[in-house]
């Protein structure tokens, strides 16, 4: 499974019904694993963003429809970095070609 680190920041919207983001959360899991995909971590955070998830999804269209559907209900916007783990890391390095 592809990891994807999702940055989201809170609309005006969602920031006004800020007290109903715990249901959304549980809403935008049951999404994922719908998308047969998961939330690995979930963080409330500081900063110039509101919440930082890292989630599995089976390919990039999966994880595209996820990010798309958050988008559409208007409580945030979110920012999808697909990520590599250590080890693709590693093997990505390994196969550059030389010069």
Request: proline letters at 0%.
């Given at each position: 499974?592809?990891?994807?680190?999702?940055?989201?920041?809170?609309?005006?919207?969602?920031?006004?019904?800020v007290k109903d983001s715990p249901k959304r959360l549980n809403a935008a899991k049951a999404l994922a694993r719908r998308l047969n995909g998961r939330f690995r971590q979930f963080f409330l955070t500081m900063g110039a963003y509101d919440i930082v998830a890292i989630a599995e999804f089976p390919n990039d269209e999966a994880?595209?429809?996820f990010a798309l559907t958050l988008a559409s209900k208007g409580n945030v916007?979110?920012?999808?970095?697909?990520?590599?783990?250590?080890?693709?890391?590693?093997?990505?390095?390994r196969a550059l070609p030389r010069g």
């Open positions: 499974m592809a990891i994807y680190i999702i940055l989201s920041t809170y609309t005006e919207q969602g920031a006004r019904n994880a595209a429809k916007r979110t920012t999808t970095l697909k990520a590599f783990s250590e080890a693709d890391y590693r093997k990505i390095v």
